[in-house]
């Protein structure tokens, strides 16, 4: 989800981008960084000639903001402490939840690891690894990814009249961010086709976020021919979920 959230702000703003994909469990593609999670994004500066690395979705979003939108980060959302509850703490309650969810874990271990059937004993390993490390954030972030994106629909309504976060009457970066997060959530515990009747679905539902998200989809559709998640992704290797 961190990486198709990035990756659909780069088509939402069609953005030139070149993917690799990260090879799990070795990781061998990002061998040379020591940064081993994903997303991982190489900027390419003319002026210096070289690529600079910036790793974490969160962290992403905040150094590409103005050159997508033109408008400073901090002056448009506040300080990062609010910028941080923005861009962090709502898809941590998304995945923490996803996590929670009877049957969670074999969805994340099956993302990761791969389609159905391939490679078992390593689903088994990521089930181990990734277990306790949400049983952490259970207990540290209480809060649901229901009362997150209800606070996020609160924070929407206090800023302007517009449907969206961005004040305007299209999507901006934190809109297509989350958006890019939650359709990639939704993809992995549902099965093709049928997002819409997934826990993630009734959630927004509930929170009265789900004619923003619906808004979101339709321009997001309107400029980008790739889906955040393609059909074809659900039956291939998760990895290529990942640039």
Known sequence: PPSAAIRALLNY??????????????KSSVSKSTYKLVPQLLIFSNSQNAYFQVNDSWVILKNVYTVLSGCDVT????????????TCKIPLALLKDEHAREGG?????????????????LKWVCYMLVKPKF??????????????????????????SSQFYSKADEPGPVDVFLYGYICCTMSLCSDLGKEDESW????????????WFQAVDVAYRARSDEKVVPDH???EVSSSFYF
């Not at 074999?106 to 078992?120: N, Q, S, V, Y």
């Not at 954030?137 to 629909?153: D, G, N, V």
């Not at 993630?200 to 004619?211: K, P, S, W």
């Open 13 to 26: 703003y069609q953005v030139t981008q070149d993917r690799i994909i990260m090879d799990m469990p070795f």
């Open 75 to 86: 002056e448009d959302i506040g300080d990062d402490v609010a910028v941080k509850e923005l």
């Open 105 to 121: 874990t074999t969805d994340f271990a099956r993302h990761f690891m791969g389609a159905e059937g391939w490679l078992p004993p």
């Open 135 to 160: 049983e952490k954030l259970q207990q540290k972030f209480p809060e649901t990814f229901q009362s997150k994106i209800k606070w996020f629909m609160e924070q929407i309504r206090s800023r302007s």
């Open 200 to 211: 993630v679905a009734n959630d927004l539902r509930a929170a009265g976020a789900m004619e």
């Open 233 to 235: 992704a659900k039956q």
